[in-house]
């Protein structure tokens, strides 16, 4: 979706101070993103075409993907502000060859049908709108057999409590404005994915964290 007249005030639910956002990901959550992304490696086993980072923030778990693996990544963001500093750091990660970035709305994302090996995604779903038009729009994009990891995990268990542990000391209601949609949005996937009907899907649920990983 290309910018309106009203796109530098749109609301960005996910983080609307593009600056305390990236701070926090570079000072607080930074250790996560190379865990994750080798998780993701291990268990879809993609490692070449096209990935779509959705809800990408300033494209930590992207980066951390294409600095592993041959993925040409999308970085697909609502906010250009942070397309802007994902774009800043993959230069300085020398993975803008392998980068592209697209604003845009998850519920009607402009990609071509069947176009991307992986859509990757954390911590921006429980800000989405409407989960079952943003799920169908993933599903759309993804070729058959392609797999999306969607979720809000923070790669093992140590991290989690790590983070936790920081976040809560500076602001002890950091949760509280998404931990309601999380849950919702838990609640609501079985009857979501009975809907789309993909291949498969299996809720991973441990200490470190929660994800859904689709096949299509």
């Given at each position: 979706m290309g910018k309106d007249k009203n796109s530098q005030t749109k609301e960005h639910k996910g983080g609307s101070n593009p600056q305390s956002f990236d701070r926090i990901v570079r000072e607080v959550f930074a250790p996560i993103y190379p865990v994750i992304a080798q998780q993701i490696v291990a268990k879809t086993l993609t490692t070449s075409g096209r990935c779509l980072d959705a809800g990408c923030g300033t494209g930590a778990l992207g980066r951390a993907i294409a600095a592993i693996t041959d993925l040409h990544v999308t970085f697909f963001d609502q906010s250009s502000q942070m397309l802007d500093l994902a774009k800043k750091y993959a230069d300085e990660e020398n993975i803008l060859h392998?980068?592209?970035?697209?604003?845009?709305?998850?519920?009607?994302?402009?990609?071509?049908?069947?176009?991307?090996?992986?859509?990757?995604?954390?911590?921006?779903?429980?800000?989405?709108?409407?989960?079952?038009?943003?799920y169908g729009e993933i599903l759309r994009v993804l070729k058959v057999g392609g797999h999306a990891y969607i979720g809000g995990g923070f790669g093992t268990k140590e991290l989690k409590e790590q983070i936790t542990a920081h976040m809560s000391k500076d602001k002890p209601d950091w949760r509280d404005s998404f931990k309601d949609r999380i849950k919702a949005e838990r609640e609501a996937l079985p009857q979501i994915m009975e809907k789309l009907n993909p291949t498969s899907h299996t809720i991973i649920d441990d200490e470190s964290g929660w994800w859904v990983l689709i096949t299509k």
């Amino acid at each position: 979706m290309g910018k309106d007249k009203n796109s530098q005030t749109k609301e960005h639910k996910g983080g609307s101070n593009p600056q305390s956002f990236d701070r926090i990901v570079r000072e607080v959550f930074a250790p996560i993103y190379p865990v994750i992304a080798q998780q993701i490696v291990a268990k879809t086993l993609t490692t070449s075409g096209r990935c779509l980072d959705a809800g990408c923030g300033t494209g930590a778990l992207g980066r951390a993907i294409a600095a592993i693996t041959d993925l040409h990544v999308t970085f697909f963001d609502q906010s250009s502000q942070m397309l802007d500093l994902a774009k800043k750091y993959a230069d300085e990660e020398n993975i803008l060859h392998k980068s592209d970035f697209l604003e845009g709305d998850i519920h009607s994302v402009e990609m071509e049908n069947d176009s991307v090996d992986i859509v990757i995604s954390r911590g921006s779903s429980p800000f989405w709108d409407d989960w079952h038009r943003a799920y169908g729009e993933i599903l759309r994009v993804l070729k058959v057999g392609g797999h999306a990891y969607i979720g809000g995990g923070f790669g093992t268990k140590e991290l989690k409590e790590q983070i936790t542990a920081h976040m809560s000391k500076d602001k002890p209601d950091w949760r509280d404005s998404f931990k309601d949609r999380i849950k919702a949005e838990r609640e609501a996937l079985p009857q979501i994915m009975e809907k789309l009907n993909p291949t498969s899907h299996t809720i991973i649920d441990d200490e470190s964290g929660w994800w859904v990983l689709i096949t299509k």
